[in-house]
């Protein structure tokens, strides 16, 4: 079955950049009927929708307006794996981050979560 | 953006009743042109990632047990869980896809609890 493996840092400081990495088993970072998702949550801002990536014969990243001036998602075919980074963190990135698999306009596999706390 | 608005924010509800859940959207999310809701339910428990239930405002994930219907359509959606167990206090979701721009936004959560 698919498993969404996260891992990085759990303390990032206040103007520096928050990067996570999500490890897919059991299907392809490439696969052309699903996207690769970032999706954060936080008392303050509830379930928050970061960004995606998705392959369509072409690779096409698609972003937050809230986020979009700071956000880069990347896939790597060859780790079968795909990348977050959130530029010039605040404490208001203090979160819990999900990587998830979408498909038909939902979200079908998390990650386990990654708490990310943004001080210095 | 889209804003979407659960009602009501807790709800208490004895073994073996009905469950009732709902959720309206600021926009219609009716894809006319594959006649689809964009809308989908999650069911979160303490210390998981919410679990998918519904999508396409009434197709049951792979799973779910069949007490668990949803309905709608447009803008004004609800989640019934007919006969509630045990096992569904939780906090639930609903979640919009709009586009363009592509933007997926949640509603704020349901708590439910056993009366």
């Known amino acids: 079955q698919v498993q969404l493996q996260q891992s990085g840092p759990g303390l990032v400081k206040p103007s520096q950049t928050l990067s996570l990495t999500c490890a897919i088993s059991?299907?392809?970072?490439?696969?052309?009927?699903?996207?690769w998702n970032w999706i954060r949550q936080s008392p303050s801002r509830g379930l928050e929708w970061l960004g995606r990536?998705?392959?369509?014969?072409?690779?096409?990243?698609e972003y937050a307006v809230s986020v979009k001036s700071r956000i880069t998602i990347n896939p790597d075919t060859s780790k079968n794996q795909f990348s977050l980074q959130l530029n010039s963190v605040t404490p208001e990135d203090t979160a819990l981050y999900y990587c998830?698999?979408?498909?038909?306009?939902?979200?079908?596999?998390w990650g386990q979560g990654t708490m990310v706390t943004v001080s210095s | 953006d889209v804003v979407m608005t659960q009602s009501p924010d807790s709800l208490a509800v004895s073994l073996g009743e009905r469950a009732t859940i709902n959720c309206k959207s600021s926009?219609?999310?009716?894809?006319?042109?594959?006649?689809?809701?964009?809308l989908a339910w999650y069911q979160q428990k303490p210390g998981q990632p919410p679990k998918l239930l519904i999508y396409w405002a009434s197709t049951r994930e792979s799973g779910v047990p069949d007490r668990f219907s949803g309905s709608g359509s447009g803008t004004d959606f609800t989640l019934t869980i007919s006969s509630l167990q045990a096992e569904d206090v939780a906090v639930y979701f609903c979640?919009?896809?709009?586009?363009?721009?592509?933007?997926?936004?949640f509603g704020q959560g349901t708590k439910l609890e056993i009366k």
């Open positions: 979640q919009q896809f709009y586009n363009p721009p592509p933007m997926f936004t």
């Open positions: 926009q219609s999310i009716l894809y006319n042109s594959i006649n689809k809701n964009q």
């Open positions: 990536t998705y392959y369509r014969s072409k690779w096409y990243n």
């Open positions: 059991g299907d392809s970072v490439s696969s052309n009927s699903v996207a």
């Open positions: 998830v698999r979408g498909i038909n306009s939902a979200f079908d596999m």
